[in-house]
């Protein structure tokens, strides 16, 4: 580096300046450290800061960074193969989650079966002849297809959107807003819950549940109450034989999986709970992570995309225990 950009007075005289100090060891070794010791520094400063991956990000985070579901509003959908998690949305379909606990805790849905496995497309689970008694729940509620988009704490992204004029997160789920019109609603990303119904709107009411098992079929979206989200266990059902009926649906019933319970966590005893909390959305921690998945710089990739997709945003789950021993 030239004497000339360290901008030192007395520096850009001339070489004879230089030549006369190094005939005397002291000074020589003087002009050597006011030389050297700021270009050190330089160096230090314009050295290239390193390039942020997601694990990098999820291992700095903070307690406070995480929070753990409400075991209120959390099910537990027990399988053959293991235990499925759900995080229900009563900010956006209160009536509906309402409902989806009332049935659970009369236990309507033990015993009812994986109907369907589309390929791509969606795992339904209900009642296959459509005959199981309903007791304190309603079998049908009215749509909430969106809702109000005030008092909303949404988290944008600066992302353009093909289906919505603005996507981001709302307390860890995947939404659309439309400023304009002050309207919100989930979006069909993988491992969404939504209530299933027939032609009329008001059909549903989550005696038929499906989650989304493949490509975000975001056409769907505000026309299909959508409840909640899959945060452990998606494995087990994107898992299950594909139905070889149209749609995905099973045509005999020993291609069906059975539903062996589900469960409210709150009413669960806590011994036998699965303690879970999520990376919250609303924090400097959270717009760090999205910028690392919108730009990747693990080793493998090459070509950083720009840019990223609300469906391509995984919220990070983790286990409680977990994150203790990490601290």
């Not at 004029?165 to 860890?172: I, L, R």
């Not at 669960?268 to 924090?283: A, G, I, K, M, N």
């Not at 992570?289 to 997709?309: C, L, S």
Request: neutral net charge; glycine residues 8%; aromatic residues 8%.
């Amino acid at each position: 580096m030239s004497a000339g950009h360290l901008r030192t007075p007395g520096l850009g005289a001339a070489p004879a300046r230089i030549a006369t100090f190094a005939r005397t060891p002291f000074l020589a070794a003087c002009v050597g450290m006011l030389i050297c010791a700021p270009a050190s520094r330089a160096a230090d400063t314009d050295a290239p800061r390193k390039l942020l991956t997601s694990a990098d990000v999820l291992a700095a985070s903070g307690p406070s960074d995480w929070k753990p579901l409400d075991p209120q509003n959390t099910l537990y959908v027990e399988l053959p193969s293991g235990r499925v998690i759900i995080e229900l949305a009563p900010e956006f379909a209160p009536h509906h989650v309402q409902n989806v606990l009332a049935l659970a805790r009369e236990n309507y849905y033990d015993g009812l079966a994986v109907v369907r496995s589309q390929d791509n497309y969606v795992v339904q689970f209900g009642d296959p002849e459509g005959k199981k008694p309903i007791r304190s729940a309603h079998r049908t509620v009215a749509a909430e297809f969106e809702r109000p988009s005030r008092g909303l704490a949404f988290t944008p992204l600066q992302d353009v959107d093909t289906y919505a004029p603005e996507t981001g997160f709302v307390d860890g789920f995947p939404a659309g807003r439309d400023i304009k019109f002050g309207r919100a609603w989930l979006v069909h990303c993988y491992g969404m819950v939504g209530a299933g119904r027939d032609n009329d709107v008001d059909s549903g009411g989550g005696t038929e549940l499906y989650v989304v098992n493949g490509q975000a079929p975001r056409h769907l979206d505000r026309n299909v109450t959508l409840l909640g989200r899959v945060v452990q266990g998606m494995e087990l059902l994107s898992a299950l034989p594909r139905g070889t009926g149209p749609m995905g649906f099973y045509e005999k019933p020993a291609q069906r999986t059975i539903i062996k319970s589900v469960r409210v966590a709150a009413d669960v005893p806590e011994s036998q709970r699965t303690e879970l909390e999520e990376l919250r959305t609303d924090t400097p921690t959270f717009t760090s992570y999205v910028e690392t998945r919108r730009n990747r710089h693990e080793e493998w990739f090459k070509v950083p995309a720009g840019r990223v997709d609300v469906c391509n945003v995984a919220l990070p789950v983790r286990t409680k225990a977990s994150a203790a021993g990490g601290r």
